[in-house]
C-alpha cells in the first residue's frame, strides 16, 4: 500500500506544483508554497524530487510522454489534416499550464534552461521522421528545423497560451477560434513545408 500513496503524492506535489508554476512563475514559486498548497512538508517533497528544477523537468516529461501516448499511435491515412490538428491543439489545451511555464522559462534572458528546445526537438525530428522526405544535406536538415519550429512549433504553443485571452478580449465563440487557427496554421505552416 505505500507505493500506491508514495504515487499519490507524488501526483499531488506535480499538480500543485504546476497550478503554482503557471500562477506565480517558476522563479515566485518556492518548495514551502508548494508543501503548504500540497498540506504535506517539504521533507516529503525533497523525498520525491532533488529540488524545485526537477519538479518542474518531471512536468515536462510527463507531458511528453502523454503526448507520445495519446498523439503519436494515430493512422495519419485514416484522419484528415484539419482533424489531426484539432485532436493536437486539444491535448496541448490540456497541458496549457505546463506549456506557459515552458514559454515564460525559455524567454528570460538569463536562464540557460533548454527544455523549449528539447521538447521541440524531439517533436520535430518526430515529424521529419514521418515526412521522410529530406535529403541528408545538412543545410536543408537546418532549414527544415528552423521552418518547424519557428512557423509551426513555437505558434502552436503562443495559441494554446493565449487562445482563451485572445477570445475574451475579441469576444470570439471558441469553436471559430480554434477553426480559424487550424485553417491560418494550414496557410502559413503546412502549406509551406519545405519539399
Known amino acids: 500500500m ?22 506565480v512563475g517558476y522563479d515566485a514559486a518556492s518548495i514551502g508554497a508548494i508543501s503548504k498548497l500540497a498540506g504535506i512538508n517539504k521533507a516529503t517533497i525533497y523525498y ?12 515536462y516529461s510527463n507531458m511528453i510522454e502523454q503526448m507520445k501516448n ?13 482533424s489531426k490538428i ?16 515552458l514559454l515564460m522559462e525559455s524567454m528570460k534572458t538569463n536562464t540557460s534552461d533548454d527544455s523549449l528546445f528539447r521538447i521541440a526537438s524531439d517533436g520535430i525530428n518526430n515529424e521529419k521522421a514521418r515526412l521522410n522526405d529530406l535529403t541528408n544535406a545538412q543545410a536543408k536538415k537546418d532549414l527544415f528545423f528552423v521552418h ?8 502552436i504553443l503562443n ?10 478580449f475579441f469576444h470570439i465563440d471558441e469553436d471559430k477560434v480554434i477553426e480559424n487557427f487550424i485553417e ?12
Open 184 to 195: 491560418a496554421i494550414i496557410r502559413s505552416h503546412y502549406n509551406s513545408h519545405i519539399q
Open 48 to 59: 520525491h524530487f532533488k529540488d524545485k528544477l526537477s519538479i518542474l523537468h518531471c512536468l
Open 159 to 168: 495559441f494554446v497560451v493565449l487562445e482563451e485571452k485572445y477570445r475574451d
Open 70 to 82: 495519446r498523439l503519436m499511435p494515430i493512422d495519419e491515412s485514416k484522419i484528415d489534416l484539419k
Open 86 to 101: 484539432k485532436m493536437e491543439l486539444n491535448f496541448l489545451r490540456e497541458k496549457k499550464n505546463i506549456i506557459s511555464i
Open 2 to 23: 505505500p507505493k500506491i500513496d508514495g504515487y499519490l503524492t507524488r501526483e499531488k506535489i506535480l499538480e500543485v506544483a504546476e497550478k503554482l508554476f503557471s500562477e
Open 148 to 155: 518547424e519550429f519557428f512557423t509551426g512549433f513555437v505558434p
